[in-house]
């Protein structure tokens, strides 16, 4: 998945805000949380996700994944997906899964405002 198809993809979900910060990376939020960091050269981006508990402990021990650096040192459930070795429609899952994490924390008073409340 390039940053193009990565951008589009994370683009097309409901009321998410684009940001480019730390450095140059693609990072991708809902209600002001942060779901999905792009990081890495253009020819080898990596892509950061929150993930649930189990997913934190399965996703590593298959190839391409990893817990993300610095967020997952500090106890947080993120893991990191190389592209290219990740097969791109998993990679949509995963980001959109985490996207659901993200939406699901939010207060119902902002799930509202948003206009998400029905999701």
Not at 92 to 99: D, K, P, T, V, W
């Amino acid at each position: 998945m390039t940053y193009e198809e990565y951008n589009a993809f994370c683009s097309a979900l409901p009321a998410t805000t684009y940001v480019m910060q730390w450095g140059g990376s693609h990072v991708w939020k809902v209600g002001g949380k942060v779901f999905c960091i792009g990081g890495g050269s253009e020819d080898a981006p990596a892509y950061s996700f929150k993930v649930s508990e189990i997913a934190f402990m399965i996703l590593p021990e298959q190839a391409g994944f990893r817990p993300a650096p610095y967020l997952a040192s500090r106890g947080l459930k993120w893991i990191e997906a190389r592209a290219g070795i990740v097969a791109q429609d998993e990679l949509r899952e995963l980001i959109h899964a985490s996207y659901r994490l993200v939406l699901g924390g939010l207060s119902r008073k902002k799930r509202r405002e948003l206009g998400l409340d029905g999701i």
